[in-house]
């Protein structure tokens, strides 16, 4: 069995001379930052921990910098911290900055479709093509407030019949939310006691959950060899099978009923789109930009923003005094009458920064979704070559504590100048920044003002135990931070 022991020992010989070769092109090519060394195969495996991989990174630019290169295995990543090294990248070098690599436990869904994993045409396309049908359907204007006005309606019907006793809104939420998009997307909402409905909500929180796990993130760092292997990238694909079936059908019934003087929705926009350009040999309209970018916006418009209602409330809970102060406000400005509207939100600095400060610290996506350079690209002194990932740590933008007054702690206090007048911050970017901002920022903005303050307006929210007792730690942190599972009880005012 000698011969074992040899062939291993060669395995890692070569493995350690092909790093070596590739640093090297990587260095002729490209001038890195530093970062740790790495090992064979593995690379800085001994730095990061898949469970705590935020952590780790943000152990690591305390030695290295806010800028520092750490390999996934044998590949090289960009790491960005801190505000001021995201804004020169993402802003001042935007269009370099513009490429886009797929999640690895995502690939095998997506493939470089739609409008978030896409580049070059494509993406362009993608998203030029997806904001103008959003607005066109009234994405920041008055008939997507009202849909979610007469959303918000359902919701607070969902929390009557709960008659004070204790639930999980998790489910409510997340149909609340999805419903908005639906609106959009499908052209109609859902009743939240629709079975297809329900088996599509617990399809969109396990996938959301199951990206976020440390197994995901091991799977996403040491990609290059698990994905011969079965692992949670076979569960996520299944669980987003589910949900392509359901747009697949949704498309079908589209193109059997489609009336093109008069689009319904935002498949209806697109299938038109197709036959204007059905053509064009390289029209990037088709049946696949079509279903991944429906996808996209269905999944991505939902888990997010719902997320962060979850974890508003729970804070809210957490913070009984927060609660009061808003509950003052509405009955101020708003009153208990009539319901909330967009414009309201001018008048009412301290909600405003209550869902600002929810969203800075709950901290939803805190790794960003990874960019590419799509070019050879000088930063800082670098030469950083194409095709380079970079991972934008927006947490790190988000606790700077050259930004925020309390940047470990939950506090309003760092949205409002001395005078309690709403102040903006540059390093509040839960939406990411540069080219490749959410597309649906505006859309998030309305959604979380309209239903915290028509919740508010309507219930006190009580935890089953005393606040000091509240955990509000994430129930995964990976991806994404997924906040824990809680019951409340909503008590009529």
């Known amino acids: 069995m000698e011969w074992v022991g040899t062939i291993v020992l060669l395995l890692v010989y070569f493995s350690w001379r092909l790093l070596i070769s590739s640093k090297r092109k990587l260095w002729h090519k490209g001038r890195l930052p530093p970062g740790p060394t790495p090992l064979p195969l593995i690379g800085n495996f001994l730095q990061i921990k898949a469970s705590q991989t935020l952590k780790s990174l943000l152990k690591l630019s305390e030695k290295y910098g806010p800028v520092f290169t750490v390999y996934f295995g044998s590949h090289p990543v960009l790491v960005l ?7 020169e990248a993402l802003i001042d070098k935007a269009e370099e900055f513009s490429g886009r690599t797929t999640l690895p436990v995502l690939e095998q869904t997506f493939q470089g479709y739609g409008v978030i994993f896409s580049n070059g045409e494509c993406w362009k396309q993608m998203r030029r093509f997806s904001l103008s049908i959003l607005r066109g359907f009234g994405m920041g204007k008055k008939s997507i407030e009202e849909r979610i006005q007469e959303e918000a309606q359902f ?83 299944d669980l987003m099978l589910g949900m392509r079936v359901f747009i697949c059908k949704r498309i079908k019934e589209n193109q059997e009923t489609l009336d093109p003087n008069f ?4 498949i209806d926009c697109f299938l038109i789109q197709m036959e204007k350009e059905k053509d064009h040999p390289s ?18 418009g939902t888990e997010s923003t719902s997320s962060t209602l979850r974890y508003g409330c729970l804070l809210l809970m957490k913070y009984p ?3 009061v102060k808003v509950h003052e406000e509405i009955d101020r400005v708003i009153g ?13 600095p301290y909600t405003d920064a209550v869902i600002h400060e929810v969203q800075r610290w709950s901290d939803l996506i805190p790794m960003g979704v990874a960019r590419m350079v799509i070019r050879d690209t000088e930063f800082r002194g670098y030469l950083l070559p194409k095709g380079m990932e970079v991972y934008p740590v927006l947490s790190s933008a988000l606790h700077d504590p050259t930004m925020f007054k309390s940047p470990n702690a939950f506090n309003p206090e760092n949205f409002l100048d001395e005078n309690g007048c709403f102040k903006k911050n540059e390093a509040f970017v839960p939406f990411s920044l540069g080219k490749r901002i959410c597309l649906g920022e505006a859309l998030a903005f309305m959604e ?3 239903f915290f303050t028509t919740i508010l307006q309507n219930f006190q929210l009580k935890p089953l135990v005393p606040p000091q007792d509240l955990d509000i730690n994430p129930l995964e942190s990976g991806f994404a931070n997924i906040p824990p599972f809680y019951q409340l009880s909503a008590i009529p005012r």
């Open 336 to 348: 208990r009458n009539r319901v909330p509207n967009s414009e309201d939100r001018k008048q009412m």
């Open 263 to 266: 689009p319904r929705d935002f």
């Open 283 to 300: 029209s990037e309209f088709h049946i696949k930009n079509l279903e991944m970018t429906t996808l996209n916006l269905f999944f991505a």
């Open 448 to 450: 979380l003002f309209l």
């Open 321 to 323: 005094e927060v609660q």
């Open 81 to 87: 911290c801190g505000h001021q090294a995201m804004k």
């Open 155 to 237: 919701l607070l019907e969902e929390f009557r019949k709960m008659k004070e006793k204790p639930f999980d809104p998790t489910y409510r939420f997340s149909c609340a939310l999805s419903n908005i998009i639906c609106s959009i997307v499908f052209g109609d909402r859902f009743d939240y006691e629709d079975k297809e409905f329900q088996a599509l909500m617990e399809m969109l929180c396990n996938t959301f959950r199951e990206i976020s796990t440390a197994r995901s993130q091991f799977y996403n760092i040491y990609v290059s060899f698990l994905k011969y292997f079965p692992g949670p990238q076979t569960k996520v694909y």
